[in-house]
């Protein structure tokens, strides 16, 4: 093979997602030489979930002894390399492999030493990761299309059910509330690629609200995980799936729990993400890839069945009738009707993902005093009743307090009566950007980069730069391992109250 359609051989041979990562490196190479042909060299576990690359023509299976590997690539005839681990091993297989034409990746290892060991910083590690896979390629004068992964890199080639028709898609979401709003996409997207199919949701009895209202539903499986019916629950809720005679279960929710009630329900096939605690329990699993939205991450789910390059172009959310009269009554109750809407959710479920209490008093009084706007306070449950409770008994003005007195639906029908939402990363987060309010989510322990920042345009998420020990959780924590919570310590009022005006006038409310 000549130099205009070079055989490529790519060598990645770290975690999975590292591989994911490298996704936009191959686009790069065959929109150069779209003849070429491009093989990869990764660890035996990861060799079926790689297989459905557009861009990879064949994948190649790391053996145990550096020896076997060296006579295996040079089998292969290479004649360009690109070295992506960049490891002892790697070099020497690159030494050896008689490939003429090679490139390897700077890991900087000497600066992330330095930074580990003595907290030197220095501008390599500034850039990502994938920033540097692509550096690589200006050594083959390759040009940079494509600079991050797409939603359907990694899909699966073999896409046939057997010929069998598909009466019932399940839907598996039994996680947080945030979680299941970002569950929402894919069931509408299963239904429009399925017609003629049923589609079942799995959740909590607390998200049912979220579920029930959305025509794309044709039924709803309960399972509860409180007291002894998380045991309990298992075999209870891998009968009714079982019963349902569900064909396909898709499983955004990544726990073992989840894994194994879908095991244990029979269902033909079963798709989860790779990073799941029970992976071994499904039949096929989907890359699990941090550089997109959540909402994207469970459409990718579909890729086990599908061959096709969508997003989620919205969250689709409804609520039924009698919580929009619920809502009116509250606004009549409360003074509200008629005012311009502002609202904050100072709660979460973990404790280090509050913004500082005494702050949300004072931008509360801020907003009330200076820009002469109502607030609304809204959370759930006895705690966020007592928080809202005292933060209006210390702000200056007439904030509401709602707090304990919406039920879930009735909180989806409030959200449309906002201006503004401002809020910690939370549940109620993802249901103001599913009713198209502008959200400024301020972001502590948690980061964007983990996928569950607001869904779409014009929201902003406020998070304190250069801090290393973020993040510091998937979820956060009860409190700052690091004891001195700078990440939201260091996010002023005067930070926050700017961005509620800047978003305010370009939504010319102000």
Known sequence: MNEKQPKILVIRLSSLGDIVLSSAVYKNLKAKWPKSHITLLVKPQFAQVLAGHPDIDEIMVAKKGLFANIRQVRAGNFTHLLDLHSTFKTMVIGLFSKIPNKLRYDKNPIARRMFVTFRKNSPVLEKH???????????????????????????????????????????????????????????????????????????????????????????????????????????????????????????????????????????????????????????????????????????????????????????????????????????????????????????????????????????????????????????????????????????????????????LADLMALMGHFKLFITNDSGPMHIATAFNVPTLAIFGPTTRELGFFPYGHGHRVLEVKGLDCRPCALHGGKKCPQGHFKCMRLITVDDVFKNVKEMLQENKVI
């Open 129 to 407: 990761t994938l920033e540097k896979y692509l550096d690589v390629l200006s050594g083959w004068d390759v040009p940079i299309r494509y600079k991050r992964p797409e939603l359907g890199d990694w899909a699966y080639k073999n896409t046939e059910l057997d010929g069998k028709k598909i009466h019932k898609i399940g839907i598996f979401q039994t996680s947080f509330i945030g979680d299941s709003v970002l569950t929402t996409p894919l069931i509408q997207k299963t239904a429009k690629l399925f017609p003629e199919a049923k589609i079942v949701v799995i959740t909590r009895p607390q998200t049912e609200d979220i579920f029930r209202p959305m025509k794309e539903v044709d039924e709803i499986i309960l399972n509860d995980k409180r007291g002894l019916e998380k045991i309990l629950g298992v075999f209870k809720t891998a009968k009714a799936i079982k019963q349902s005679g569900v064909d396909i279960l898709l499983v955004p929710h990544r726990s073992f729990r989840s894994a194994l009630i879908a095991w244990l329900s029979g269902a033909p096939v079963r798709i989860g993400f790779t990073s799941s605690e029970g992976r071994f329990f499904y039949t096929k699993t989907i890359p699990f890839n941090w550089m997109i939205h959540d909402a994207e991450r469970n459409l990718s789910l579909l890729h086990g069945i599908v061959k096709e390059n969508f997003k989620a172009e919205k969250l689709n959310m409804r609520y039924a009738p009698s919580a929009e009269e619920n809502v009116a009554r509250l606004m009549k109750d409360f003074n509200l009707e008629g005012k311009t809407l502002v609202g904050i959710h100072p709660g979460s479920a973990w404790a280090t993902k509050c913004w500082p209490f005494e702050n949300y008093v004072e931008l509360v009084s801020r907003i009330e005093t200076e820009l002469h706007l109502q607030t609304v306070i809204i959370g759930g449950g006895k705690h966020d009743a007592d928080l809202g409770e005292k933060l209006c008994q210390l702000s200056q003005g007439h904030a509401a307090n709602l707090c304990g007195k919406t039920s």
